[in-house]
T-cell receptor, first 114, second 111 residues
Framework: TAGITQAPTSQILAAGRSMTLRCTQDMRHNAMYWYRQDLGLGLRLIHYSNTAGTTGKGEVPDGYSVSRANTDDFPLTLASAVPSQTSVYFC?????????????FGPGTRLTVL | GNSVTQMEGPVTLSEEAFLTINCTYTATGYPSLFWYVQYPGEGLQLLLKATKADDKGSNKGFEATYRKETTSFHLEKGSVQVSDSAVYFCVPSGGYNKLIFGAGTRLAVHP
């Protein structure tokens, strides 16, 4: 099984440009998440979705937007990229929302904003 | 809010050595506790978990016990291999649908 796929694998983006990071899962999980990973800071939650049609803000949502039109897809959009958004972005999913559920992670997208 | 403290890395060991990575957490209520591992160039994957006090999670020779009295969840392995080289994250749940990630501990195992 593919699990979670992310695209692109890496991208260099000029500041001020927009970009959408794609995330697709084939596990029929209800909940999905977007994190960014920065050196020395661990993972920080950007946005989440407990179920299709709903989204919520995480710890660092500014400059990012998400949508959840269906169960499988959870794209992350940067409307006008800035260099501080240079990071590795991970999409994750869990069968259900809640405290006890394992989150499954995608392979990540490395984004560089110049 | 909930938080986690892990020993700073890198931890450098020889193959077949004993591994301990310390983890303590602060939490309100009874969080679930997870260890995630990130191999070079990959996403995170669940290594083991425990959901209540005194539970022991185990997988691939790794073990960790949920110690509520000391708010700890130390990771141990009796004999590490080169293939265990990775970054290890101790992750408490931080409320509904939230995981608390620290910076992780990098482990380097040499032949």
């Amino acid at each position: 099984t593919a699990g979670i796929t992310q695209a692109p694998t890496s991208q260099i983006l000029a500041a001020g440009r927009s970009m959408t990071l794609r995330c697709t899962q084939d596990m029929r999980h209800n909940a999905m998440y977007w994190y960014r990973q920065d050196l020395g800071l661990g993972l920080r939650l950007i946005h989440y979705s407990n179920t299709a049609g709903t989204t919520g803000k995480g710890e660092v949502p500014d400059g990012y937007s998400v949508s959840r039109a269906n169960t499988d897809d959870f794209p992350l959009t940067l409307a006008s990229a800035v260099p501080s958004q240079t990071s590795v972005y991970f999409c994750a999913s869990s069968a259900l929302a809640g405290n006890y559920n394992e989150q499954f992670f995608g392979p990540g997208t490395r984004l560089t904003v110049l | 809010g909930n938080s986690v403290t892990q020993m700073e890395g890198p931890v450098t060991l020889s193959e077949e050595a004993f591994l301990t990575i310390n983890c303590t957490y602060t939490a309100t209520g009874y969080p679930s506790l997870f260890w995630y591992v990130q191999y070079p160039g990959e996403g995170l994957q669940l290594l083991l978990k425990a959901t209540k006090a005194d539970d022991k999670g185990s997988n691939k020779g790794f073990e960790a016990t949920y110690r509520k009295e000391t708010t700890s969840f130390h990771l141990e392995k009796g004999s590490v291999q080169v293939s265990d080289s990775a970054v290890y994250f101790c992750v408490p749940s931080g409320g509904y649908n939230k995981l608390i990630f620290g910076a992780g501990t990098r482990l380097a195992v040499h032949p």
